[in-house]
């Protein structure tokens, strides 16, 4: 089955109950098997829309009942949490040298999942996480790693040869995410500034940085980056080849514009520099008036990250709430509130 809100209905009460310090202190939590009569009599009762709290707290069952049940129904699942969909994104997520990299692509790719499917996902990691910082029950996550690479990662029907090739690939993603449970759900910072930008400049694109005043030079973000420490590129699109070489130099002849437009800002305030501002201004008019956005075709334009990105984050949380939007609203005020210089990407 694929997860749905009834998923997270049987799965939730098991994961509240093992966050219990008593249950996290259980040696080879997860490892070691329970009784398998109550844990069928349990996972019974969960598929069936039963309200175990009162049983759980009660004590009948074990912490190694529950968690032998939360993965059984994990196993059930039509495809990993993570799904089938983007497996091949996260395999090369430990070809990257920079831990930094790795999380950022990671924050990134989450962001792609199914709504259900990502809190689930930030449930299970903040459960691992704790078990894996309890030094009583010998739980490392390169352990946790191992065993819920097949739930959280692994492909359904992946044979098993091919399965001994990837395995040790697996385990270390998954143990990074455990590691990183606490980070990992956040936006980042390159995006939120991106769409606080992008939003501030579609509502007010008329902030005059060097005069604090209203006019018609825009604000060109561009956060501190360091070489050895690049943000992931947040514009990519998601189109055939060709569809991706125009995107491509369409950004190129937009980073131009932008290069020509800062080099005129940053002239003495002539009459000069206004007759170029005008000119600037009502060619980017007429080429805007002109493009192929503004025309009938428009769902052939291309779709780019940033705006997918903005869409999907709204549609994840809309259900379970987030703090991604506080984040990028804090940004926002930021920027109107800042006095950023114009400055131009390499």
């Known amino acids: 089955m694929c997860i749905t809100q009834q998923t997270i209905d049987q799965i939730l009460p098991l994961i509240n109950y093992l966050k219990n310090d008593s249950n996290l202190k259980q040696e080879g939590l997860f490892r070691k098997s329970g009784h398998i009569g109550r844990q069928k009599l349990l996972k019974e009762k969960l598929q069936n829309g039963e309200d175990v709290k009162m049983e759980l707290e009660s004590g009948i069952y074990s912490a190694h009942d529950c968690a032998s049940v939360l993965k059984a129904l994990l196993s059930e699942l039509q495809e990993p949490v993570l799904t089938e969909k983007h497996y091949p994104a996260h395999c090369q997520v430990t070809e990257m040298e920079l831990e930094s990299k790795q999380l950022q692509t990671l924050q990134l790719l989450l962001q792609l999942l199914p709504s259900e499917n990502l809190f689930l996902l930030q449930c299970l990691l903040t459960l691992l996480h704790k078990v894996a910082q309890e030094p009583a029950n010998k739980m490392t996550s ?26 040790g690939n697996l385990t270390k993603i998954v143990s990074f995410m455990i590691n990183n449970a606490y980070e990992l759900f956040k936006l980042p910072r390159p995006l939120i500034c991106d769409i606080a930008t992008y939003w501030t400049q579609r509502e007010e694109p008329s902030i005059d940085n060097s005069q604090n005043q209203r006019t018609n030079e825009p604000i060109l973000y561009q956060s501190p980056v360091n070489q050895s420490d ?51 201004n009502k060619a980017k008019s007429v080429a805007l008036a002109s493009s192929p956005a503004s025309s009938s075709n428009r769902h052939k334009r291309t779709k780019s990250f940033g ?25 926002m005020e930021n920027l109107k509130n800042s006095h950023f210089p114009v400055s131009v990407g390499k």
């Open 142 to 167: 390169e352990n946790l790693g191992m065993l819920f690479a097949p739930h959280l990662l692994m492909p359904r029907k992946m044979r098993p040869s091919e399965l001994q090739t990837v395995v």
């Open 230 to 280: 690049a943000p992931i590129n947040t514009s990519v699109t998601f189109t055939d080849r060709e569809a991706s070489q125009q995107a491509a130099t369409k950004t190129d002849t937009e980073m131009e514009l932008a290069q020509l437009y800062a080099y005129v800002s940053s002239m003495p305030s002539l009459a000069k520099k206004r007759k170029l501002l005008k000119q600037f």
């Open 307 to 331: 705006d997918s990105i903005k869409k999907i984050i709204c549609r994840n949380h809309q259900r379970h709430g987030s703090s991604h939007s506080l984040q990028i609203q804090r940004e």
